[in-house]
């Protein structure tokens, strides 16, 4: 995403069941569906994995406090409709791979 200097990538990879960090690992069903990144969008939802419920995009990115217009440029990752992904917050809870394959999402900053 040229907009905020950052290269978003998907990619299977092989997790052992020691893999202590599962936040940006999803499961290897999710991946047939097309995976679109895209800035958020008012009234999307996301369900955090340390969270009972999920909650509306903009009030978790109120309560990280991001504002303006980076607010306006967060990166997510949708399968569908449904955000799977949110930068800062991981992939959603029912979504995570929890051993096996999964799909990694990675995060780097974008060269110039």
């Known amino acids: 995403m040229k907009e905020v200097g950052t290269v978003i990538e998907a990619c299977f990879s092989k997790m052992n069941h020691d893999a202590a960090n599962t ?10 569906k097309e995976l679109l990144v895209r800035n958020w969008r008012p009234g999307d939802r996301f369900w955090p994995a340390h969270t009972k419920q999920a909650k ?4 978790l990115l109120q309560d990280i406090h991001i504002s303006g217009e980076e607010k306006r440029l967060w990166p997510v ?3 569908g409709e449904e955000v ?6 991981g992939v959603r809870r029912d979504f995570q791979a929890k051993k096996g394959t999964g799909v990694l999402i990675h995060e780097s900053p974008l060269r110039k």
């Open 56 to 59: 509306k995009i903009k009030e």
């Open 23 to 32: 936040e940006c690992v999803l499961r290897p069903e999710i991946a047939q």
């Open 77 to 79: 990752i949708a399968a």
């Open 84 to 89: 799977v992904w949110v930068r800062g917050l």
